[in-house]
C-alpha cells in the first residue's frame, strides 16, 4: 500500500529541524527501499515541510512511520497529512526522466471530497515527478489529489489540477530530498 505523508513545520522549528538533521535521515534510511519520493518544502530559503511517498504494509504501518520520526516526536511539526495514495505514474523520482536538477519543483496538493476529479494521469507526464489520488485508509474514498511536479512557476504547476473540483489547492516550492548516502544508482549528490 502506498502512502502520502507531508509533514508541516511549526512556526520557528528551523534550528530544531537543523539539530535534527541527522537523525531525520536516518530515520528515512531504515525505509529506502519503500521511498517512491521525498523530499523538503520551502517558502523562499526557509523549509516549511516534508513530504514522503512510501509504499508501506499497512496503514498502521504508515502511522508509525509519520509519528516516530524524530522532528515530529521533537515537536518541530505543526501537523501532519497522511493519507492512502496510488501511484498512478507506476515509478519513482529517481525514474524521473528530468532528473533531480533544472526547472522549478512543486508540490500541488488537492484537497477535495465528493465524485473523484483527476484520476487520469495529465497528458504532459514527463514534467510529473510523481501524481496520484488522495484516499481513505481503506482505499475506497477519494480525498483528494497529490502531485509533484517541475513547472515554470506555481500557477503552471496549479493548472495540473482541476480547479473548480478541489476544496483548496496548495502549491509549494519542492526539492528533491535524501542524501548521497542513500541515494539509489546513478543519483547525484542531493541540493541544499
Not at 69 to 75: D, I, K, S, W
Not at 104 to 128: K, M, T
Request: proline share 9%; aromatic share 10%; hydrophobic share 35%.
Amino acid at each position: 500500500m502506498e502512502f502520502f505523508c507531508y509533514h508541516r513545520d511549526r512556526p520557528g522549528s528551523v534550528a530544531l529541524r537543523n539539530d535534527l538533521g541527522e537523525e531525520h535521515w536516518s530515520y528515512m534510511d531504515r525505509y529506502a527501499k519503500e521511498m517512491i519520493a521525498r523530499g523538503p518544502t520551502f517558502a523562499g530559503d526557509t523549509p516549511t515541510g516534508s513530504v514522503h511517498i512510501v509504499d508501506l504494509p499497512d496503514p498502521e504501518a504508515a502511522r508509525a512511520f509519520a509519528f516516530d520520526e524524530p522532528n515530529y516526536q521533537a515537536g518541530a511539526y505543526r501537523d501532519v497529512l497522511l493519507r492512502r495514495w496510488r501511484n498512478t505514474l507506476g515509478r519513482t523520482m529517481w525514474d524521473f526522466p528530468g532528473g533531480r536538477t533544472g526547472g522549478n519543483r512543486y508540490l500541488v496538493l488537492g484537497l477535495g471530497s465528493g465524485e473523484p476529479a483527476d484520476l487520469v494521469v495529465p497528458s504532459d507526464r514527463d514534467e510529473l515527478i510523481a501524481y496520484g489520488p488522495l484516499l481513505s485508509d481503506n482505499g475506497a474514498t477519494w480525498l483528494g489529489t497529490a502531485a509533484l511536479v517541475r513547472a515554470p512557476d506555481p500557477d503552471t504547476a496549479r493548472a495540473v489540477l482541476t480547479p473548480d473540483r478541489y476544496a483548496d489547492i496548495e502549491v509549494h516550492d519542492w526539492r528533491f530530498g535524501g542524501r548521497p548516502s542513500a541515494a539509489r544508482p546513478g543519483d547525484l549528490p542531493p541540493g541544499p
